[in-house]
C-alpha cells in the first residue's frame, strides 16, 4: 500500500490584506448562536453595481486574468472552438492528466498478461498488486477482484489478454451510479457550500463553477467565508472580477458564520439563484476547525431550514488515499452531498476516484483538469475510464 501525502501547500502565496470597503454595509442580523462568541465587527461588500473586469495587481501576480464577456454580462464564446472541439480537448487533456494512473494500471496490466497462456492464482495475485499501486484501494480492489474471479470460474474469462478489458468495465461499473449532475434552479435561493482542506483549489473551483453557472443564465453570488487565510478573500475577489459575479465578503479575520449569514441575506435580497459560500481549509483532523464548518451550517440552517442544499467536497488527485480519509471525515462532520476532484493534470493518483467511489454513496459532479474556467467538467464515467485506458498515442 502506498503512504498518504500530506496536503499540498496553499498554490496562491500570502498577499497584502484587501482595502477596506468603500461601500457602506447592509444591515447584518447576529450570526451568533447562544453560547458563540460575539462575531467580529466588519462591513459587507454589496456594491451597488457588478464589478468590472479590472483584477488587482497582486491578483495579475498570481495568474488571474480577465476573461471575455458579452454585452449580456456572460463569459463570451470562443466562436472558433465547437461544443464537439471543446470535448474533444477536454478528453485529452483528461488522457494526459492520467498519464501516471494509465503507466500505472492499464499498461501495468499489459506488461502483466504478455505472454502469459492462462490464468492462474499467481497471474491474479500479481493483478491485485497493480490495482493496490494504482491507489485503487482495498475495498474498492477487493470488488474488481471478485468480479475477475467470478467471471474466470464461470469460464467467462480465459484468455489473459482479455483482464485489461474486464477490468475496465468492473471500473466503469463502480464508477456510473456516481454520475450524477446538479445545477441550481431558477426562482429560488440555492446555497451550496464549499468545502476542503488548504491547498486542494476549492477557491479556484468556486471561481469556475461560477462562470459556468452564471454562463449559463443564472444570478450567483459568491460569500468569502475563508477569512483566515492570508489572501483568500483578495483571491475570490479577484475571481469575482474575472467573471462578474458579486462577492460578499467582511474584514480579514471576521467570523465565517457571520459572513455567509450577510451573503444569504444579500443573495435572497437580490433574488439570485445561487450563493457559493466559500469555507476557510483546514484539514480534516482538526476538530475544533470541523466544529466552525459545522456551525456555518447550523446558521444557513436557521435562515432556511432547507440551506445549505449542497455541500461539496474539493479534493486533490495528487493526494491519494488521504483524499479518501478526507472525504470520509468531511462526510461524517457536515454531510456531503458531491465531491469535485481536482488537478488531474499528469501526477494526478486517478486510482482514488474508484476507491472514494467503493467507499462513500456521495456523487462525483466535476472534475478538472487545468487551470483554465473550461477545465472543469461534470464527472462523467465512462470518459473518465477510456481516458485511463487508452494509450497516448491512440
Not at 489473459?160 to 471500473?171: D, G, K, T
Amino acid at each position: 500500500m502506498k503512504r498518504n501525502k500530506s496536503a499540498p501547500e496553499e498554490e496562491i502565496p500570502p498577499a497584502p490584506a484587501p482595502p477596506e470597503p468603500t461601500q457602506p454595509s447592509a444591515p447584518t442580523a447576529p450570526a451568533t448562536e447562544p453560547g458563540d462568541a460575539q462575531q467580529t465587527d466588519g462591513e459587507s461588500l454589496l456594491p451597488e453595481a457588478e464589478p468590472g473586469l479590472g483584477i488587482p495587481a497582486s491578483m495579475r501576480d498570481q495568474g488571474v486574468e480577465p476573461v471575455a464577456v458579452a454585452e449580456d454580462g456572460r463569459p463570451a464564446e470562443t466562436p472558433s472552438e465547437s461544443p464537439e472541439t471543446a470535448k474533444q480537448g477536454f478528453f485529452t487533456r483528461l488522457k494526459s492528466g492520467l498519464s501516471r494512473s494509465r503507466e500505472q494500471l492499464s499498461e501495468g496490466v499489459a506488461r502483466l498478461v504478455l505472454g502469459k497462456k492462462e490464468i492462474d492464482d499467481e497471474l491474479l495475485e500479481d493483478l491485485e498488486a497493480i490495482l493496490l499501486q494504482s491507489d485503487v484501494g482495498v475495498p474498492a480492489t477487493r470488488s474488481i477482484m471478485d468480479a475477475v474471479t467470478q467471471k474466470v470460474r464461470r469460464k467467462e474469462l480465459t484468455n489473459p489478454a482479455a483482464l485489461q478489458q474486464a477490468i475496465r468495465q468492473s471500473l466503469l461499473e463502480l464508477l456510473q451510479p456516481r454520475c450524477e449532475s446538479w445545477a441550481p434552479s431558477k426562482g429560488q435561493t440555492q446555497v451550496l457550500m464549499m468545502v476542503g482542506i488548504n491547498g486542494a483549489g476549492k477557491t479556484t473551483t468556486i471561481g469556475k463553477l461560477a462562470a459556468r453557472w452564471k454562463g449559463a443564465g443564472f444570478q450567483v453570488l459568491l460569500g468569502a467565508g475563508d477569512t483566515f487565510r492570508a489572501a483568500a478573500v483578495e483571491q475570490l475577489q479577484g475571481w469575482g472580477e474575472r467573471v462578474q459575479v458579486l462577492v460578499i465578503a467582511q474584514g480579514s479575520g471576521a467570523d465565517s458564520a457571520s459572513v455567509i449569514f450577510d451573503a444569504y441575506a444579500a443573495a435572497r435580497s437580490r433574488g439570485a439563484d445561487l450563493l457559493i459560500a466559500d469555507t476557510a481549509g483546514r484539514l480534516h483532523t482538526q476538530g475544533h476547525l470541523m466544529e466552525e464548518l459545522k456551525k456555518v451550517k447550523r446558521v444557513l440552517g436557521k435562515q432556511d431550514p432547507a440551506a445549505p442544499q449542497q455541500i461539496w467536497l474539493v479534493l486533490d488527485a495528487g493526494t491519494g488515499q488521504n483524499a479518501l480519509q478526507q472525504a470520509q471525515q468531511f462526510h461524517a462532520a457536515v454531510g456531503l452531498t458531491g465531491i469535485c476532484i481536482t488537478k488531474l493534470d499528469g501526477t494526478a493518483k486517478g486510482g482514488v476516484v474508484a476507491a472514494i467511489a467503493q467507499a462513500l454513496p456521495i456523487p462525483i459532479r466535476f472534475i478538472g483538469v487545468g487551470e483554465g474556467v473550461d477545465d472543469l467538467r461534470p464527472f462523467d464515467a465512462e470518459a473518465f475510464v477510456d481516458a485511463l485506458f487508452t494509450r497516448e498515442s491512440a
